[in-house]
Structure formats: C-alpha cells, structure tokens
C-alpha cells in the first residue's frame, strides 16, 4: 500500500492527481521523515485491544500504520478533498471509520459524532481501550487536547506530534516561563513526556517551528482527585490571566459568571489563604499541581 511510504515525490504526485491546494492555516503539513512516523507509533504501544482516535487524517499514512496493529481507527479529517484522496488510499481497512469534519465543535467542546463513533467502537467489546495517535493540526492541538481530559471518555494515552512551544508548556514545572493552566490542567491527569524534537525538514511542506512528539499517559489516581474537574479547570484558567500578580490580588480580581456563589472579598480571600497555609504575595505560576487542587476544593466548597 503506497500511504506507507509517505514520501515528498508521493505526496506531489497524489495531491496533483486529486487537485488539492495545501493550506498552511489547516496545519497541512504531511509527516514525511519516516522514521519519526515509525517512532510515534512505536511510542503509542498500540494493542489489537486498541480503538483510536486520529485528528488529521491528512493522506492517510499514519492511519494506515495504526490500523494494521489495533481493533479499530476513527480517523476525522476537515479537508473535504483530503478526506476524499484518504478514502482511496485506505480502501483495504475495515477496521478504519473516516469522518470528514471539524474535530471540534466548538472552542470548548469536542464534535459529537466524533465522540458517538468512539463509543460505538469501545463497546463492541469489554476489553478495549481508548488512544489518541495524531500528527495534529497546530491550531486545534490545545483545545483537542485540554478537551480530551475533560471528555466524558478520556483516551488512557495521547500520543502526538505538536509544536516545540506547546510541548514544553505541557511538560513545564512550576515557577518556569512555560508553566501555565494547560500544564496544571495535563499534569493533574497525566504523566507527560517530551519523547522527541523533530525539525521541520521532518514535513511537507516545511512548516516555520520545530516539533515534538510527545507522550502522555492517564493516571487514574490522579484524576480521582480531582472533585470537580470542570470548576478546577476553571480556576486554573482564571488565576493564570493574572499570573505576574499575588495570588491574593489574582483571587481579588473579576471571576467568570461560572464561579457563582459567596463574593471573594477581602477577608474571605485572606481566610482561604491562611487556612491553607498558602503565602498570599506567592504568585499563580508558583504553585505546584497539588496546591492547585487543594485552593480549587477550598473555594468549591466555599461555593457551597
Ligand atoms: N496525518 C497526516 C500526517 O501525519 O501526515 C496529516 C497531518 S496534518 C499535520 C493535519 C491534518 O489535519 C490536515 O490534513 C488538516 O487538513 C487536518 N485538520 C486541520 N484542522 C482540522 C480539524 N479542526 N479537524 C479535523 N482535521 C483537521
């Protein structure tokens, strides 16, 4: 089958053949160094127990090194023509499901039918598992990814190529430039892992950034301590739009409507803080994935 040698001459040929013009703002840049395909499936550990979800089915060679080691492949592509030359190259898989659509339905929340096809593949039987492998779209990776970990099926691992700068701020410890609320929001779910650099001659066309594949995988206890995690998410997210201000001052400063309940005023933001031995002129981007759950619960239940 030719999608497994994905190589520049390949993709030049099929991509005249079916009358596609890339476009760069859709992240159509096709993973052509093929020993780094290789490595990102070897990295995803893949099983015939395996159901995965592929973002960007592009021409299809990812999907079709996937397809030949796992149960079952939901592979989504946007590009209408793209999705229409894939079809042809994967003709031979049964096992593979294409969707041609949007990933995402919207900034915050994962497309629907995507998410229904999954579920239909895991429960067809008891002892399959849910993936993520994926050379993703630059522009959709955040949302895909922050998404992901708050869907009501969590894949047990993401495995993807992404951009340098968003890989180390998903693997970024605190009091670091890169830590932010996506770092705290994987890493209070996840074990993270920047498994390789990859420089741009690694794609086709060359796109302007190095990238990184990188591995993550669910840890089950962590997640369990996360109460709410739609509120955690939340306060993350706030409290990092102040990240050079205290604390204190972030905790003072306007909360989404979302946060409803008791007013964080003065008193009951210093209460908060000295109840949980927290120094108020720390900053946000100074405290640790524990810490972060632990203030979250404190105002969770101050809510009530
Ligand atoms: N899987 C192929 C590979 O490894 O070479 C292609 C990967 S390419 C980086 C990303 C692909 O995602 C493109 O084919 C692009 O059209 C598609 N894409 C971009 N935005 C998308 C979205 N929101 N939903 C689904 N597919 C999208």
């Given at each position: 089958?030719?999608?497994?040698?994905?190589?520049?001459?390949?993709?030049?040929?099929?991509?005249?053949?079916?009358?596609?013009?890339?476009?760069?703002?859709?992240?159509?840049?096709?993973?052509?160094?093929?020993?780094?395909?290789?490595?990102?499936?070897?990295?995803?550990?893949?099983?015939?127990?395996?159901?995965?979800?592929?973002?960007?089915?592009?021409?299809?060679?990812?999907?079709?090194?996937?397809?030949?080691?796992?149960?079952?492949?939901?592979?989504?592509?946007?590009?209408?023509?793209?999705?229409?030359?894939?079809?042809?190259?994967?003709?031979?898989?049964?096992?593979?499901?294409?969707?041609?659509?949007?990933?995402?339905?919207?900034?915050?929340?994962?497309?629907?039918?995507?998410?229904?096809?999954?579920?239909?593949?895991?429960?067809?039987?008891?002892?399959?598992?849910?993936?993520?492998?994926?050379?993703?779209?630059?522009?959709?990776?955040?949302?895909?990814?922050?998404?992901?970990?708050?869907?009501?099926?969590?894949?047990?691992?993401?495995?993807?190529?992404?951009?340098?700068?968003?890989?180390?701020?998903?693997?970024?410890?605190p009091g670091?430039?890169?830590y932010g609320a996506?770092?705290?929001?994987?890493?209070?779910?996840?074990?993270?892992?920047?498994?390789?650099?990859?420089?741009?001659?690694?794609?086709?066309?060359?796109?302007?950034?190095?990238?990184?594949?990188?591995?993550?995988?669910?840890?089950?206890?962590?997640?369990?301590?996360?109460?709410?995690?739609?509120?955690?998410?939340t306060v993350t997210r706030t409290l990092f739009l102040h990240r050079r201000k205290s604390l204190r001052a972030g905790l003072l400063s306007g909360w989404p409507?979302?946060l409803?309940?008791p007013a964080l005023d003065k008193p009951a933001v210093d209460a908060l803080l000295a109840q949980l031995g927290i120094e108020p002129s720390v900053r946000a981007e100074q405290l640790?994935?524990?810490t972060f759950?632990?203030l979250s619960?404190a105002m969770?239940?101050m809510?009530?």
């Open positions: 089958m030719t999608t497994r040698n994905q190589t520049i001459s390949f993709l030049r040929r099929r991509l005249a053949e079916v009358g596609v013009r890339l476009k760069t703002q859709r992240g159509q840049n096709f993973l052509t160094d093929l020993n780094l395909l290789r490595l990102l499936v070897q990295t995803a550990n893949l099983s015939p127990n395996d159901v995965v979800l592929e973002v960007g089915t592009g021409t299809g060679a990812l999907t079709a090194l996937v397809a030949e080691r796992v149960a079952a492949v939901v592979t989504v592509e946007i590009d209408p023509q793209l999705y229409q030359l894939a079809s042809e190259e994967l003709i031979d898989f049964d096992n593979v499901t294409m969707l041609q659509q949007d990933a995402l339905q919207s900034k915050h929340t994962l497309d629907p039918v995507m998410l229904a096809t999954i579920a239909e593949r895991l429960a067809e039987a008891p002892e399959r598992r849910f993936k993520l492998v994926a050379n993703l779209p630059y522009s959709v990776a955040t949302p895909l990814i922050a998404n992901l970990l708050a869907a009501p099926i969590v894949p047990e691992t993401m495995t993807i190529t992404i951009q340098r700068e968003l890989a180390e701020r998903i693997v970024a410890q670091t430039k890169d996506l770092s705290v929001w994987v890493q209070s779910q996840c074990e993270g892992q920047l498994v390789r650099l990859m420089p741009p001659e690694a794609f086709w066309p060359r796109p302007k950034v190095t990238s990184a594949i990188v591995h993550l995988r669910l840890d089950p206890a962590r997640r369990a301590k996360i109460v709410d995690p739609d509120f955690f998410h409507q979302s409803d309940g640790d994935v524990p759950l632990r619960e969770a239940r809510r009530g």
